[in-house]
């Protein structure tokens, strides 16, 4: 009886609006509409985001493009398609932290990498969620000035800054008052232009010290993310079990 019922209002209904399967719509044009407007507009702010501003951006990794696109496309759809269920403010923290607590717990995420999947999720959960109260001048205001905002931070205070993380075995140096000379160590061993060190770990044991290089990135580098010494035994050791 449910199939004639269903073939009965298909033959019945004067336009496609009126075609229902199983009490669903087959096709509602405002509603389409109003979905493929706010996708449109958010795939273009995420290309922004992601290709203009994080890809050319002094630590933009390729290997989370995807990610990105691909999650932020995911977050947006879910949250248009069930904007009738009462979610608003806490599914939308919600989302922030199941992916807080998850970070992809098999390849973690550096903490700038990590920021701009957040952002991606707050630009997919804002163009989703905005409702009749919110103009889309606002709407337009809001992502404008999240990229502004990313953009500033990118190219302005973190400009072509990089770091790498080394196992550094000359532990003499660690002192404060011979910073300079490990500095200058570092530089002449790694051929780069160290701005600062910092201390991550030290192993007085098999005397050795973790260091965070940070340098002046003159181009990509993406595959120099862990840079060992291997003047003595000792830190060969500690690196295979690090």
Same mark, same amino acid.
């Given at each position: ?33 109003k979905l ?20 050319k951006g ?7 493009? @995807?990610?990105?696109?691909? *999650?932020?496309?995911?977050?947006? $759809? %879910? =949250? ?6 009462? /979610? ?47 103009? @889309?001048?606002?709407?337009? *205001?809001?992502?404008?000035?999240? $990229? %502004? =905002? ?6 302005? /205070? ?52 973790? *260091? ?15 840079v060992t ?14």
């Amino acid at each position: 009886m449910e199939l004639l019922d269903i073939l009965q209002e298909t033959t019945s209904a004067t336009s496609l609006e009126d075609v229902k399967i199983f009490n669903l719509s087959l096709i509602d044009f405002w509603d389409f509409g109003k979905l493929l407007f706010r996708l449109v507009f958010t795939v273009g702010v995420l290309y922004l985001l992601i290709r203009c501003i994080y890809d050319k951006g002094s630590t933009g990794r390729h290997e989370f493009i @995807f990610t990105y696109f691909a *999650l932020g496309v995911s977050i947006f $759809l %879910l =949250c248009f398609l069930l904007e009738d269920v009462k /979610l608003e403010l806490g599914f939308a923290l919600g989302l922030f932290a199941v992916f807080g607590i998850l970070k992809y717990r098999t390849d973690p995420i550096p903490i700038r990498e990590m920021t701009y999947l957040f952002v991606v999720i707050g630009i997919a959960v804002v163009n989703a969620l905005a409702n009749k109260k919110v103009s @889309f001048a606002e709407l337009f *205001l809001t992502n404008g000035a999240i $990229l %502004l =905002c990313v953009w500033m931070l990118e190219n302005w /205070l973190f400009k072509n800054e990089g770091h790498i993380d080394i196992i550094y075995e000359r532990i003499e140096k660690i002192r404060t008052e011979d910073r300079p000379a490990l500095i200058e160590d570092v530089e002449k061993r790694t051929g780069l232009k160290v701005k600062r060190v910092d201390f991550t770990r030290i192993d007085f044991l098999k005397d050795v010290a973790y *260091l965070r290089v940070y340098y002046v990135k003159e181009k990509r580098d993406e595959d120099t993310k862990n840079v060992t010494s291997e003047n003595k035994p000792e830190a060969k050791e500690a690196e295979k079990k690090s």
